[in-house]
T-cell receptor
Framework: KQEVTQIPAALSVPEGENLVLNCSFT??????LQWFRQDPGKGLTSLLL?????REQTSGRLNASLDKSSGRSTLYIAASQPGDSATYLC?????????FGAGTRLTVKP | NAGVMQNPRHLVRRRGQEARLRCSPM?????VYWYRQLPEEGLKFMVY????????ESGMPKERFSAEFPKEGPSILRIQQVVRGDSAAYFC??????????????FGPGTRLTVT
């Protein structure tokens, strides 16, 4: 059974800093891994989807990497801004089943 | 093209009442997934449905919970005889192709259920 862990649970950084969020999963036989953003009281916004055959995906200041063999994914946020403050969730997909981590709560201080 | 719609956005029920949560997938999507997010916990998969079929309900509690996705109309997540522990945010997602193999799931804004 797939288990997804995110470290750290919470992170606070000053504006402008580059940062890395970590995600690990126990079953490397995934089809894809997805990163989401969740704002307080809101739904999920998909940020990046990495297929199992890919190593990374980039969108603007975000870069996500995937290392299936080690069961790890990272989300890199460059030049963080206060508007990046949110909870970031990663989810690993194994055939009809998407398992989420508990999330990292990011605060970017102006 | 409207996104995934969920209603109501907020639902308050007393213990013992029934809760009905609705999800309209994106246009052209025939696959719907329901997830539950308990306070201070991550999202957990509940059920995956295609039109008129339940494909995977391995995450559904054995009692009081049911889901359907009729040929016409939205998908419904039904919780009978609600208890305080059912208070959570319930998210629906849809995709154009079945499973989570290659396609993103598009999430709705969620329904926040509060049981008093």
């Amino acid at each position: 059974k797939q288990e997804v862990t995110q470290i750290p649970a919470a992170l606070s950084v000053p504006e402008g800093e580059n940062l890395v969020l970590n995600c690990s999963f126990t079953d490397s036989a995934i089809y894809n891994l997805q990163w989401f953003r969740q704002d307080p009281g809101k739904g999920l916004t998909s940020l990046l989807l990495i297929q199992s055959s890919q190593r990374e995906q980039t969108s603007g200041r975000l870069n996500a990497s995937l290392d299936k063999s080690s069961g790890r994914s990272t989300l890199y946020i460059a030049a963080s801004q206060p508007g990046d403050s949110a909870t970031y969730l990663c989810a690993a997909s194994n055939n009809n089943d998407m398992r989420f981590g508990a999330g990292t709560r990011l605060t970017v201080k102006p | 093209n409207a996104g995934v719609m969920q209603n109501p956005r907020h639902l308050v029920r007393r213990r013992g009442q029934e809760a009905r949560l609705r999800c309209s997938p994106m246009k052209g999507h025939s696959h719907v997934y329901w997830y539950r997010q308990l306070p201070e916990e991550g999202l957990k998969f509940m059920v995956y449905l295609q039109k008129e079929n339940i494909i995977d309900e391995s995450g559904m509690p054995k009692e009081r919970f049911s889901a359907e996705f009729p040929k016409e109309g939205p998908s419904i997540l039904r919780i009978q005889q609600v208890v305080r522990g059912d208070s959570a945010a319930y998210f629906c997602a849809s995709s154009p192709i079945g499973g989570t193999n290659s396609y993103e799931q598009y999430f709705g804004p969620g329904t926040r259920l509060t049981v008093t």
